[in-house]
């Protein structure tokens, strides 16, 4: 058989063949893609489920005993009943400054927590503001995003800040990143929301004046050790006034959340003659 012959033999052969070749490549990009998107799934999941409790160890927090402070317990029985939702656990956090956060799942295994400055500067009205706020959180399903984009991010910048690293290429490699995820997964326009929805559970006055409290502790003594990415899930930024931080913060202003909650006060109040 000549060389042409066999040349034409193995084309055609091909050509019989190739809807079988192009079958086969598909399934096989098929699998392909369900297997990265079944291991993607699954490592969501798993950084869903632990992103909460790392957050919580990082910031070495302890669970709030009931004999210890019933007043917490009694504020956010309170304002939880009247949101009807779960009541998430209670943590207290090592920091001078007054401020909150939640994390976890979602609102049906949320952990709430409150730094130890919040007990010293605010009054317990102050505080059923400020979980009102948090629980704003929980309603409007910001808790799990705001944990998974804090904790990838912190992922990400922990190695540089380790290193004592928070300016430069080395740290801005890391950073950049990590900014973008936060960026991305949150939203300032959520913080407005938390306190739409916290108005009618504690009122105005008691959360503008929490946000006014804390605001003003934070512009005194910022956090300058912690970790920026954690920024997103406070109540009010604790890094503002740090340059290096800033790519990390997402929150409006106060003083515009304070014009927002009067005007949203006032529309809730529109012909109610309060």
Not at 158 to 168: A, E, I, S
Not at 174 to 193: H, L, Q, S, V
Not at 210 to 239: C, H, M, T, W
């Amino acid at each position: 058989m000549k060389i042409s012959e066999i040349l034409e033999a193995m084309a055609v052969v091909e050509i019989a063949f190739m809807p079988i070749t192009i079958l086969l490549s598909a399934v096989y990009n098929l699998l392909g893609m369900i297997i990265g998107l079944m291991l993607g799934v699954i490592v969501f999941a798993i950084i869903a489920m632990t992103a909460g409790r790392r957050i919580l160890k990082s910031q070495r927090a302890r669970v709030v005993d009931p004999d210890e402070h019933p007043e917490l317990y009694e504020a956010l029985r309170e304002v939880t009943r009247k949101a009807k939702v779960r009541m998430p656990k209670l943590v207290l956090v090592p920091v001078g400054v007054p401020n909150s956060f939640t994390t976890g799942m979602g609102s049906d295994n949320a952990v709430l927590a409150l730094t130890y400055g919040t007990l010293r500067n605010l009054n317990i009205d102050e505080i059923k503001a400020l979980i009102g706020h948090e629980v704003g959180h929980m309603i409007n399903g910001d808790v799990l995003p705001y944990t998974v984009a804090s904790f990838l991010g912190g992922a990400l910048i922990n190695l540089p800040m380790k290193m004592g690293k928070t300016d430069g290429a080395f740290f801005t490699l890391f950073a950049k990143p990590a900014g973008w995820i936060i960026k991305i997964a949150t939203n300032p326009e959520d913080e407005f929301a938390a306190d739409y929805r916290a108005i009618p559970l504690v009122g105005k006055d008691p959360l503008i004046s929490a946000l006014q409290k804390i605001e003003n502790a934070i512009e005194l003594r910022p956090l300058k050790d912690g970790n920026p990415s954690l920024a997103p899930l406070y109540a009010v930024n604790p890094f503002k006034g740090l340059e290096w931080a800033n790519s990390f913060s997402h929150h409006p202003p106060t003083e515009e959340r304070i014009r927002y909650i009067e005007e949203a006060w006032r529309e809730m109040n529109e012909g109610s003659g309060d």
